[in-house]
T-cell receptor
Framework: DAKTTQPPSMDCAEGRAANLPCNHS???????VYWYRQIHSQGPQYIIH???NNETNEMASLIITEDRKSSTLILPHATLRDTAVYYC?????????????FGKGTKLSVKP | DGGITQSPKYLFRKEGQNVTLSCEQN?????MYWYRQDPGQGLRLIYY???????QKGDIAEGYSVSREKKESFPLTVTSAQKNPTAFYLC?????????????FGSGTQLSVL
């Protein structure tokens, strides 16, 4: 089973910030939070990841709560090309070393 | 260009037939993965490999087989034992398989049963 919980869908107006929440209440101390997105019929694209500090790159920002039980991916100025399914993933490192456990993700629709 | 190449883009399988999906990477990555995606669902891990000549079963390995004879290649065979093979198959790689590394994905193969 996936270790994360995300809303199934969200809408966002073009040019506005898109804030995508993720709950990972059972995360353990050595597990990272990763975000990927998938445009229809393509391979997932890496966006950002973090352990406990907030992170920012050219695509997005990742805000992780102090207790690490939830996080938010922020796309600061959403465009129509950001319409995709966004996956919040906890990276396990144990019996199945290094694999990503994917849930169903959030389908983000950016509207004009 | 560096990356992961999956072929073919579309593949059709007849009843009782084995088919092999190709995955090649020129990123010099040690770890490679195969995922299956059904419509409207997330990805599920089939097999992964962290080194040549070694691989491990994922969550849904039944009906599939893999080999890792070369670092750059990780082919997936969908055998006749896989009764519901229609799905989108994704190959990925990462430098060593450590938990802090990001995965690089190919563009996928859509497999359908005739």
């Amino acid at each position: 089973d996936a270790k994360t919980t995300q809303p199934p869908s969200m809408d966002c107006a073009e040019g506005r910030a898109a804030n995508l929440p993720c709950n990972h209440s059972t995360i353990s101390g050595n597990e990272y939070v990763y975000w990927y997105r998938q445009i229809h019929s393509q391979g997932p694209q890496y966006i950002i990841h973090g352990l406990k500090n907030n992170e920012t790159n050219e695509m997005a920002s990742l805000i992780i709560t102090e207790d690490r039980k939830s996080s938010t991916l922020i796309l600061p100025h959403a465009t129509l090309r950001d319409t995709a399914v966004y996956y919040c993933i906890v990276r396990s490192y144990g019996g199945s070393q290094g694999n990503l456990i994917f849930g169903k993700g959030t389908k983000l629709s950016v509207k004009p | 260009d560096g990356g992961i190449t999956q072929s073919p883009k579309y593949l059709f399988r007849k009843e009782g037939q084995n088919v092999t999906l190709s995955c090649e990477q020129n990123l010099n990555h040690d770890a490679m993965y195969w995922y299956r995606q059904d419509p409207g669902q997330g990805l599920r891990l089939i097999y992964y490999s962290q080194i040549v000549n070694d691989f491990q079963k994922g969550d849904i390995a039944e009906g599939y087989s893999v080999s890792r004879e070369k670092k750059e290649s990780f082919p997936l065979t969908v055998t006749s034992a896989q009764k519901n093979p229609t799905a989108f198959y994704l190959c990925a790689s990462s430098p060593s398989g450590a938990s802090y590394e990001k995965l690089f994905f190919g563009s996928g193969t859509q497999l359908s049963v005739l």
